[in-house]
Structures are given as structure tokens and as C-alpha cells.
């Protein structure tokens, strides 16, 4: 394609833009959707099919070179591949992004390479499975807990976290499109390939936390893609090997696996991605398998009932769809590489995801013949080249939308770009989201004797035992952080695999015999594991009956699939982690922060297994029972969704007392109390943080009722108080209180003061529950106290007392007229004349109130005619007259009324 065509088309629209902004903010510029059908009008047919194709370039080798290696670097055969066929996009695997810088460089010579082609010259859509959990690929990214484990917290905050960790680093990268979340929902315990990539069985929250992951993603600028449609969490085979049946009807799979696509096409998800499953209930049309000769059903992938049937039609999506991988043996085992990309593109899918596979420039031919097979097709009109517009107008649609086209004005440097990766791909904030959301995932499902948390004594004896070596750097990092950041004391542990042995060795019974705490991580990925003679099954249960017989419990972490829990009964506790990724043991010392990305669900399981963290998850998905021939009974369960052990690092009640009402500006006592500590998680500091409703409050004294207990410090700001206290003379607090006077301000204090949250925890951040039903406060106005005195008239002579008849009361008080005091008194009863007498009264609290009373003194009486000879009609008022005031207001008003009647009656 012509570069200065898209140059000046792409200049006209912004110029159009420019010219249509209105003062209203509405703009009226072309939307991307007719630039879109623009750009695509003037390719060339070869250039549209381009667009739809994505291969990988995982492996490369190089003309001259002995064998394949992984590609880090750009190279000019791979560039010479993107130029010729103006592919769409590009997928990059764990071979291709080591680490931060490598991939920067790698990422930014591709869309180099696609925007200076010398006939298109449209950026790519470099893409990526970073699904977080068991799926990723960058090298040193974040890795984050994966799926299973955002269900099981049931945090739609953890789960945006968790899109927004993997959109922003992948941003920083130059990667646009994510091909996550799965939104399979796994409702099948044997599925061998989803597991712990799904969310849930339950496909509500699957759509729920789905939907939050996919916001976090494109908040960040990168698109998402769902998968696997229509839904490949009710499968026994694995895609990648076989090609799965789900004979499931329409309305069935309306009330299950559609569901969370549903709820992700109504949050914008940006592409779908097919499954290659085969749904012969929906899809009745057959192909001839060139595997065996079988008719089998058209796939999901190559099904125009599934793909332009339920996904176009019925659920109304008009993103861009792309397969799973085509070269995966549900696909290549059964239909030849060209066929399978022309029904693709027939069945209505935007891109051909991985249609062949390329090492070399030998294989390069294996796409020419793709690309010739799909011109061919639509020179005869079996694919209309309305449909192959289509598509490539999709695909151009998303990289206007998602800024992709923007890539050429970027005027940073590369090394700009590289510097700002750093800061973004395994930063601090990432791997602190990355860390709370693997601990909220944390799911105990058994605790026997209540052993959890464990709270080992400096120097104790920690067995550490895993089935594979990669997993022992975890739990060493794990522990090894603890005890850096004090949540643990300074103990010592030992490590331990199992990997592949069915014999507990006389070196393990020896380590198991100094140990004083054992933990011991189980991993299956299907119930063949759990047959009594494997060894994933056979090594935990001696360890556990050899524990046993030398009197010491067994903490179980489950690792893989969750169903593990089904056995594995002589456990003392048993506790999930939704993961089994490991981490480079070279990064496992505690205290520092690794480079390279590690699973974070083992150092999760140890955080809550040690109390560092509240156990708070719970299950996202049904446990069966295990039957008599060792399968999973679907018809039963072990443990059923939704059920969690939680509140074990709790070390005990705490309340806080306040009186219900006090008057304002007045002092009142709040009193914290610790109450049910256990011995064993008794400690020497705690810190008590109070929350209220209100700035206005003043801390005047905070005591302990203990002389064990000394006050460190307070610090109320902002309605925040802060108390840190400590046990003296090598004691530790238990069931202790704790009084605070404040003082209520008066100028700024709301009706209710009001306890809005408290918590309480040790060194260890182990926690307290609190209870805060007795935690509010009504203001009751402080009424000044009132005086009972009436003015009086007396006659000169009279004696006069001034507390006679005279009364006081308060509303809290009651009567208090014994405090009454005169302030003044100028009564002089041997002359007529006007006095006053002024009094006092102050209540309980020193509320004062004054009243002055007036005394009248009158001359005696001689008893003459007071009227002075006027006639008693002298004193009636005048009702005759009329003011020359009011008569002239009387006859306006009249006149007015008038002009008003006449104007009515025309």
C-alpha cells in the first residue's frame, strides 16, 4: 500500500477535526469506523489478507546458522517477512521477552519494520498471553496470582488491580493487545487444560470479575481479549493435543458458558478469542478429519453458526475475533493449514492466529501458500471479498481506537521508552498489588486444633517440603521475608523435595524429627494423582503418619488443581494457593526485591500460614469427594463453593465503651478493650488505630488500666487516632483496657460522634475483631439553667426580701435555687422610685445564667379621684374619626378596584 496515501488520508482526518470542534466539545470529525473503511479501500488484496494474519516468531534460525534460537532481537529475515506481507500482527512469547530492556528493543524494531514498509505501513498488534498465574510470559514482569485466585478472593478491586498490574507494564513495553483474561468457566474438575486459568465454576462471578479484569486492562491503554469462546472449561481434552467435544445444547451453554462473554462484550472487551472445540448440538455440519478419515464437527474456530451465529448475531459483538492458535493439533491434526484458515475467515473470525509455523526462511513458503489459498477462494467467490473487507476493517478499526496508529508520531527516544519501562515493569507498586491480591486468595479449608496461624519461638526448627525443586526458592523467600520484615521470629528452617520419590528417607525422618513446625506443598493436575501409589500422593501421606507417630502436625499448601484437598486427610491444616509457579532460586533471599517474575502464590501461602496475613479467601469452585475407583464423585462434594476458614490471625475481641449521650464541649471517656488473647499469640506491642466520623475531637489523657503497660505514644489527626502501647518488665499484654479522655469542640462537633472503624494489632499485624456496637455518642445540647423571678410593685414602707418567690432549675439539675446568688440589689423601699435586682445561678457545668427583675416602689395611696374630673367616657378610644391619611389610602384603593372592575367586564 501506498504510505503516502494512508500519510495524507490520516492528515485530512485530523485536519477535519480540527476543523469541526465545536465550543460545545462535540466534534465532528470522521469516526474510526469510516477511517477505518478509508485506510481499507485503498489496500491492495494482499495487503487486507496481511492485516488478518498473525503469526509468532518464537524460534528463528538464521541462513548460516546450525540450529534455532530464541528470538531477542530483531533480524532481517523476520523484518523482510513483516515488510513483504504487511502482516496485522505479531504474537511474542516467553522466548522473545527475557527481560525489560530486551523487550522494549525487540517490540520497537517490529513496529519500526511495519511503519517504514515500503508499500503498508500500518503498525502491528504486537501481542502476548500475559493471563497472569500459571500463564504469563514476560521475563521480568509481574506475575500475579492468576484467575482461580482472583475468584476466590471475590474482589472485584483485586481483580481490576490485577488487569490494570499487567495492561500498565505491557503498555510501558510497547505491547498493545493482551490476549486475557480466560473467562471459561470451569465447572469440570477433569478439564487438563483451564483449571487454574478460569475464575470460577460459577459463570455470574466468572462475567463479574472477568469484566473488572478486562476494565483494568484497557484502562491502560491495552486491549483484552476474552477467551475461549464459546467456553472450554467443561472439557477432558486438552486442545492443544486432541480436539475436545462439549455436547451441550444452545440454551445450555446460554446459562453457563456464554455468560461471562456476554458480560464481557457488554464492558467493551476489544477482541474474542475461539476455542477449538467442537459443539455438534450447535455446529451440525461435518468435515472429513485427514487425521482418520472421521466427519467430525466444524470447531468453534472454523463454525459460521458459532462465530457469525451466537457471537455476530445473537450477543451483537462487533469487535475484532481471532482464534486460538491454529497450529495447535485440535486444528493441524484435522484440517491442512490453508483450509483451516479459509473456514476461519469463512466462519466470520478477523485473524488467523499462529496458521503456520515459522523457523526459517524455508518455512516462509507454508505462508505464501496460505495467503495464495485465501486470494484464490475469494477470486472464486467461495470467500467473498466483502468479508475479507470486513475483517480487515476491524483490525484497522481497533489500532485507530487503541491509539496503535500513533506509534509513528511517538517521539521518544529509545532509550526514553526503555528507562520508562523500568520504572513500570516489576516496580514496587506492582508487586505490593501483586503480593495483597495472592494473600486475599489464600483459601483454608481445614484447621484442626485451631494450629493455624503458626507462631514458632526464635530459633524453633521450620520444615520446609515441596514436590518439585523450582517450588523451595518460594517458600525460602517466603519465610525469609517474614523474618526481615519481624512479621516471624529469627528462625531456622530446611528444605526439602520430593520430586518423583515414593520412600521417606531416613535424612527426611531425621529432619522431620528436630522439626518443630513441618509445611509440605502437594501439586496434581489431575485425580490420577491422587491414587494412593503415585508419589504426589504416596511421600505427604508417610510424611504425615511419621509426624504423627513422633506426636507433631503436617500443614498441607495445595498448589494445583484445588481439588487436592480432597484427600490428604492426616493434614492438620489444609490450605490453597491457586499456583505453582516458581522463582529463580538466585532471587529467593529475603528482604530483597527479585528482578525477574515469580509466582507469588507460595510466599502467599506462607504469609497466611504464619499469620502475616488474615486468611480471607474462599472457594471458587466445588471439591468433589473422592470415589472408590479414585475419581472425582461429581455427584458430592468435600468442600462446597464458597467455603473458607477465615479471621485466623485473630488474636482476640476488642471494643470500644463510650457513654451514649454527653452534652457539647464536654470531656467523655472512650474505653478500648482487649479481650479472648490466646496464650500462644500474646504479644509485647500493640498498635490501636480509631476512626471517627468527626475532626472535632481533642485527646486530653490516654491510660492504661495496667501498671504492666506503658503508653508509647497517641496521636489523633484528621479524626484518626493513633494509640501504640507496650507491656513492661519482659511481661505481654493480654486482656487489657485502655481509657481515653477527649473533649467534644464545640464549634465544629456533628450530632453523633460516631466510632466509624477500630483495629488492633501486634508487631505481627495479627489482628484483633472488633466489635463497635457501643461505639456511638448522641450530643445533647447543654441548656443554660433558668431563674423563676417576676417584677414586682411594692409601696414605700413595705419590706422587701429579694430571694422570696424566686427559683431556679437546669435540666440536668433539677432545682437548684440553693444556688442562686444576687449579683445586685439597689431596692430602697422608704422612697418611690424604679429598681432592679439582678441574680445568678450556674449549674454542674459552670453554665451561669443572669435575669434582672424589675421592683416598682409606689408613694401610699391618699385615696383621691385619680380621673381629675373627667367623666369616664375621657378614657374610651376614638372610633368616630378618620384620619385625612387614611382617607386618601381608602379612596386609591377604591379607584384602583374600579379601573380593575371595568377592565374585567370588557
Known sequence: MNKKKISLLLAATMITTSLFTLPSNRTYAMDSKTQAKEIVSKMTLDEKIGQMIMPDFRQWKAQGESAVQDVTVMNSEIAEIVDKYDLGGVILFANNVKDTEQTVRLVNDYQQVAINDKDGNLPLLLTIDQEGGVVTRLGTGTNLPGNMAIGATRSEDDAYDSGYVIGRE?????????????????????????????????????????SKIIEGIQGQGVSAAAKHFPGHGDTATDSHYGLPVVNKSIEELRNMELKPFKAAIDKGVDMIMTAHIQFPQVEKDTYVSKKDGQQIAFPATLSDDIVTGILRKELSYDGVVVTDALNMQAISDNFGESEAVKLTFKAGVDIALMPTILRSKADVVKLENIINEVKAAVG??????????????????????????????????????INNAKTVVGSKENRDIERRVAANAITVVKNENNILPLNPKEGDNILLLAPYDNELPGMKFGITRLISEGKINDVNYDLVSYNKKTILDDATKAKIDLADEIVILSEISSSAHLAATHW???????????????????????????????????????????????????????????????????????????????????????????????????????????????????????????????????????????????????????????????????????????????????????????????????????????????????????????????????????????????????????????????????????????????????????????????????????????????????????????????????????????????????????????????????????????????????
Open 170 to 210: 505491557l503498555k510501558s513495553l510497547g505491547i498493545n493487545v493482551d490476549f486475557a483474561p480466560t473467562v471459561d468457566v470451569n465447572n469440570n474438575p477433569n478439564n487438563p487444560v483451564i483449571h487454574l486459568r478460569s475464575i470460577s465454576s460459577n459463570p455470574d462471578l466468572v462475567g463479574r470479575l472477568g
Open 380 to 417: 472464486t467467490g467461495e470467500i467473498p471479498l466483502e468479508r475479507i473487507d470486513q475483517s480487515a476493517e476491524r483490525v484497522v478499526k481497533l489500532k485507530i481506537d487503541r491509539g496503535i496508529m500513533e506509534v509513528k508520531n511517538d517521539t521518544r527516544t529509545l532509550e526514553e521508552k
Open 536 to 906: 504426589l500422593t504416596k511421600y505427604p501421606t508417610e510424611v504425615f503418619e511419621y509426624a504423627k507417630i513422633k506426636g507433631k502436625s503436617v500443614i498441607l499448601g495445595s498448589l494445583g488443581h484445588p481439588y487436592d484437598v480432597t484427600g490428604r486427610d492426616g493434614a492438620a491444616a489444609k490450605v490453597i494457593a491457586y499456583g505453582y509457579k516458581g522463582m529463580d532460586p538466585t532471587e529467593a533471599d529475603g528482604g530483597l526485591s527479585p528482578i525477574k517474575a515469580f509466582g507469588p502464590n507460595i510466599p502467599a501461602i506462607m504469609d497466611v500460614i504464619f499469620g502475616a496475613h488474615e486468611a480471607t479467601g474462599i472457594l471458587p469452585v466445588d471439591v468433589p469427594n473422592l470415589a472408590a475407583d479414585g475419581k472425582y464423585d461429581l455427584t458430592s462434594n468435600k468442600y462446597n463453593f464458597g467455603y473458607g476458614i477465615t479471621n485466623l490471625t485473630s488474636l482476640g475481641t476488642t471494643s470500644v465503651e463510650m457513654p451514649t449521650s454527653i452534652k457539647e464541649g464536654k470531656d467523655f471517656i472512650a474505653k478500648v478493650k482487649l479481650n479472648d488473647v490466646p496464650e500462644h499469640l500474646q504479644s509485647k506491642t500493640y498498635s490501636a488505630t480509631i476512626n471517627f466520623n468527626t475532626n472535632a475531637l481533642e485527646v486530653l489523657e490516654v491510660k492504661s488500666n495496667s501498671e504492666n503497660v506503658k503508653i508509647l505514644n497517641n496521636k489523633i489527626e484528621n479524626g484518626k487516632l493513633i494509640i501504640d502501647v507496650e507491656a513492661l518488665n519482659d511481661k505481654v499484654i493480654s486482656n487489657e483496657s485502655f481509657e481515653i479522655k477527649f473533649k467534644a469542640k464545640t464549634e465544629s462537633i456533628s450530632e453523633v460522634i460516631k466510632v466509624e472503624n477500630l483495629s488492633v494489632k501486634d508487631n505481627k499485624d495479627r489482628i484483633f475483631i472488633a466489635s463497635l456496637s457501643e461505639a456511638a455518642i448522641q450530643l445533647i445540647e447543654d441548656k443554660a439553667p433558668s431563674i423563676i423571678a417576676e417584677d414586682k410593685t411594692l409601696t414605700v414602707g413595705d419590706k422587701f426580701d429579694p430571694m422570696k418567690d424566686v427559683k431556679a432549675s437546669d435540666e440536668e439539675d433539677g432545682d437548684i435555687s440553693s444556688n442562686i446568688k444576687v449579683k445586685e440589689n439597689n431596692v430602697d423601699t422608704t422612697k418611690a422610685g424604679e429598681y432592679k435586682v439582678v441574680y445568678s445561678v450556674e449549674d454542674s457545668n459552670k453554665n451561669i445564667t443572669e435575669k434582672i427583675v424589675k421592683i416598682t416602689v409606689k408613694a401610699k395611696s391618699d385615696n383621691t379621684d385619680n380621673n381629675n374630673g373627667k367623666g369616664n367616657n375621657d378614657n374610651l378610644p376614638e372610633t368616630g374619626g378618620a384620619s385625612p391619611v387614611g382617607t386618601v389610602i381608602l379612596g386609591s384603593i377604591m379607584a384602583i378596584a374600579g379601573i380593575a372592575l371595568r377592565k374585567f367586564k370588557k
